[in-house]
T-cell receptor, first 112, second 114 residues
Framework: GNSVTQMEGPVTLSEEAFLTINCTYT??????LFWYVQYPGEGLQLLLK?????DKGSNKGFEATYRKETTSFHLEKGSVQVSDSAVYFC???????????FGQGTTLQVKP | NAGVTQTPKFQVLKTGQSMTLQCAQD?????MYWYRQDPGMGLRLIYY???????DKGEVPNGYNVSRLNKREFSLRLESAAPSQTSVYFC?????????????FGEGSRLTVL
């Protein structure tokens, strides 16, 4: 079946550090891939997406590349800020069912 | 810009009590969803409604019922609450079903069942 696996958190970084949050997936067909972010006390919001292999999604300094050969969609940012502290969810949309499947979420804490 | 509004934000129930979570969106979206969020398990789909007048089960529908009252509103009902239903519940909507994958979420409703 379809599934998404993210690295366990929390991830704690100092301001201006480089961020990587790993995400791998299992899916049949050709899924679309997404990163959602949840700030404290809020609902989730779409951060970026990629709909086919080798696509790169980007937004707010975050990037992720759809790697079909390694079934991965790792989230990266070159220099994190305290305001990036949040929970990050990787998700896929199955091309077969159309349903959105979320990973378990990774908490990022950025310290000044 | 209200977006997706959920009520109540917090609720404490005793086992066996019933309650309804309300959700309304003002974006004229066709599709609406209810998810639950539990530690270490991400978000799991409870029920969804692809359009007004239709509802379908998601991954974890047992113990829940839903009503798509009109295009704006989608409610989730717990008929006899159980401690296993302690969770944070999120309502979401999208304009074109799951075709684009972009969902718009409410702020969540934290439910505790004692």
């Amino acid at each position: 079946g379809n599934s998404v696996t993210q690295m366990e958190g929390p991830v704690t970084l100092s301001e201006e550090a480089f961020l990587t949050i790993n995400c791998t997936y299992t899916a049949t067909g050709y899924p679309s891939l997404f990163w959602y972010v949840q700030y404290p006390g809020e609902g989730l919001q779409l951060l970026l997406k990629a709909t086919k292999a080798d696509d790169k999604g980007s937004n707010k300094g975050f990037e992720a590349t759809y790697r079909k050969e390694t079934t991965s969609f790792h989230l990266e940012k070159g220099s994190v800020q305290v305001s990036d502290s949040a929970v990050y969810f990787c998700a896929l949309r199955s091309s077969n069912t159309g349903k959105l499947i979320f990973g378990q979420g990774t908490t990022l804490q950025v310290k000044p | 810009n209200a977006g997706v509004t959920q009520t109540p934000k917090f609720q404490v129930l005793k086992t066996g009590q019933s309650m309804t979570l309300q959700c309304a969106q003002d974006m004229n979206h066709n599709s609406m969803y209810w998810y639950r969020q539990d530690p270490g398990m991400g978000l799991r789909l409870i029920y969804y409604s692809a359009s007004e007048g239709t509802t379908d089960k998601g991954e974890v529908p047992n113990g829940y019922n839903v009503s798509r009252l009109n295009k704006r509103e989608f409610s989730l009902r717990l008929e006899s609450a159980a401690p296993s239903q302690t969770s944070v519940y999120f309502c979401a909507s999208s304009g074109t079903g799951l075709a684009t994958g972009e969902l718009f979420f409410g702020e969540g409703s934290r439910l505790t069942v004692l």
